[in-house]
């Protein structure tokens, strides 16, 4: 008896891991995106910080993600894969200006934050883009209010 339950367990767990598998398959990337985040007008620029910039659907799914480049450019990748789903998405920007050096046994501190706070949460964030199939042109254009 204990036999037949690990197997219908095992049975439904590569179910449920073959499911889980096809919902993340990458071939459903329809669209590109790549741009360039401003700040008041002028490309973000990091000084030898750090910067992320992070699509989230609306509808669900995973986030679409890309490091910031000094210039302020970015390009998308879903995962591993350069690209998205076309569809609705919520965009949030966070970037860090470079680390201060620490005194000797102190730990190391964050770079001052370089985009304002309204920007690095998707229920704070008002920047909202529809994506379309194949490749989209999105400049992400911050405020400092």
């Known amino acids: 008896m204990k036999r037949s339950i690990r197997w219908r367990f095992a049975a439904v767990a590569l179910v449920a891991v073959f499911t889980l598998a096809a919902g993340c398959n990458n071939s459903s990337l329809d669209s590109s995106v790549s741009g360039t985040v401003t700040l ?7 000084g030898g910080g750090t910067g992320t910039i ?4 609306e509808a ?3 986030a679409a993600l890309a490091t910031i480049a000094p210039n302020g450019s970015y390009v998308l990748k879903t995962g591993d894969t350069q690209g998205l ?3 609705s998405y919520v965009v949030t920007v966070v970037a860090t200006g470079p680390r201060p ?3 000797p046994g102190d ?3 964050p770079g001052p934050l370089l985009t304002p706070t309204q920007y690095g949460t998707r229920q704070r964030s008002d920047l909202r ?6 490749p ?8 400092s209010r």
Do not use: A, M, Y
């Open 101 to 103: 050096k620490p005194k």
């Open 40 to 46: 008041d007008g002028k490309p973000l620029e990091l």
């Open 60 to 62: 669900g799914g995973p």
């Open 107 to 109: 730990s190391p501190l």
């Open 129 to 134: 883009f529809t994506i379309v199939p194949g």
């Open 85 to 87: 789903r076309s569809g």
């Open 136 to 143: 989209n042109q999105i400049d992400v254009p911050l405020t």
């Open 54 to 57: 992070s699509f989230f659907p």
